[in-house]
């Protein structure tokens, strides 16, 4: 999962991913991350008012650190997920050749018409943490159900 900052957006679908995933006894099969795409806040905890609005819907975030997309990043992980526009961009820029295809929007897994998840550390007041989880929540069971059916049975079965 990755924003601009790392210290909203993607923390958030990092949290609520991870604990769909907790939810289904999967965190052993899949791992997920977040990161940014500047170094604005490396080495910082969420923003206070994202873990807030996250733990009031039962998510988790306190524990995250701020780091930067790296190279290694496009091997490791089979999805590479942006929260917007220019996020899409800088991956798609960043990615080697062959990993490109693994850079989308996360909102390609939302069922509305919103491509990006509106950054509400600039502007909009505590609503836009509140409709960041409305989007993410969304698209994040969506995507989990996706993740689901490319597990080995045995995995999915357990
Ligand atoms: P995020 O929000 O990309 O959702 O983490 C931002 C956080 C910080 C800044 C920009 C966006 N900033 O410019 O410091």
Do not use: W
């Not at 907790?22 to 170094?39: F, H, N, P, R």
């Not at 988790?60 to 290694?72: D, G, H, T, Y």
């Not at 990043?73 to 929260?83: N, T």
């Amino acid at each position: 999962m990755v924003c601009l900052g790392n210290i909203c957006r993607s923390p958030t679908a990092h949290g609520v991913l991870e604990k769909l995933i907790q939810d289904k006894g999967l965190s052993e099969a899949i791992e997920v991350d977040s990161a940014g795409t500047s170094t604005y806040h490396i080495g910082d905890h969420p923003d206070p008012r994202s873990i807030a609005a996250a733990q009031r819907r039962g998510y988790s975030l306190e524990k995250q650190v701020a780091r930067q997309v790296n190279p290694n990043d496009f091997q490791e992980f089979d999805y590479v997920l942006a929260m917007d526009a220019d996020n899409l961009q800088h991956l798609v820029s960043a990615a080697p050749g062959g990993s490109k295809a693994k850079v989308q929007l996360l909102l390609d897994y939302a069922s509305g018409e919103t491509e990006s998840v509106p950054d509400p550390y600039l502007g909009g007041g505590l609503q836009g943490f509140e409709t960041v989880l409305d989007l993410v929540e969304g698209a994040c069971q969506r995507l989990l159900e996706q993740l689901l059916q490319e597990l080995p049975t045995a995995v999915r079965e357990q």
